[in-house]
């Protein structure tokens, strides 16, 4: 069988495992992961539009960002807003976050069970040009996502769908 198929078996086994460590144990980069999803559950977005699409994610109020690599993983709760480009860094200035926007190459909207206590979560997830995680956006983690969220997701999901 292979990796893109035991990947997509394992997911339909346990659909609510991290995606992060499936990279690992399948060793593939983390978009390959995203990438084996049913397409119902995980559609790739036009990275090219990174920028209008971070500008789009205001509106949510707080949100749930995750960013892990090798060494660690950091969580923070925020709003994205008052943006601004320096150099490499696209800036995100309610004392969140920085962005790296060349790094951006790859950008899914994920609908999955959490892996702590199988509740919906509803996601945009950012990867580098490596396919490793950059940074992922959630809508709510942990609780119930009230229904104008979830509307406001799809309509993302649907308008930066990549072509």
Same mark, same amino acid.
Do not use: F, Y
């Given at each position: 069988m292979e990796?893109? !198929?035991r990947i +997509?078996?394992?997911?339909?086994? %346990?659909?609510n495992q991290m995606t992060m460590l499936l990279a690992r144990q399948f060793g593939v980069p983390e978009v390959e992961i995203i990438r084996a999803f049913p397409d119902d559950r995980a *559609?790739?977005?036009?990275? !090219?539009r990174w920028e !209008?699409?971070?500008r789009c994610l205001e509106p949510f109020g707080k949100v749930h960002v995750i *960013?892990? %690599? $090798? $060494?660690?993983?950091? !969580?923070a709760n925020g709003q994205f807003g008052s943006f601004s480009r320096t150099g490499d860094f696209f800036n *995100? +200035?309610?004392k969140s976050l920085d962005i790296r926007w060349r790094e951006i190459g790859a950008i899914f909207a994920v609908e999955k069970p959490g892996h702590l206590d199988g509740k919906s979560t509803l996601s945009f997830q950012f990867f580098d =040009?490596? $396919? =490793?995680?950059a940074f992922k956006v959630f809508l709510g983690f942990g609780s119930s996502i009230p229904s104008e969220k979830a509307d406001r997701f799809v309509q993302l999901r649907d308008r930066f769908r990549k072509k």
């Open positions: 990796t893109k !198929e +997509q078996a394992a997911i339909r086994e %346990n659909p *559609v790739e977005l036009d990275a !090219e !209008e699409l971070l *960013v892990s %690599n $090798g $060494g660690a993983t950091l !969580e *995100v +200035q309610t =040009h490596s $396919g =490793h995680s």
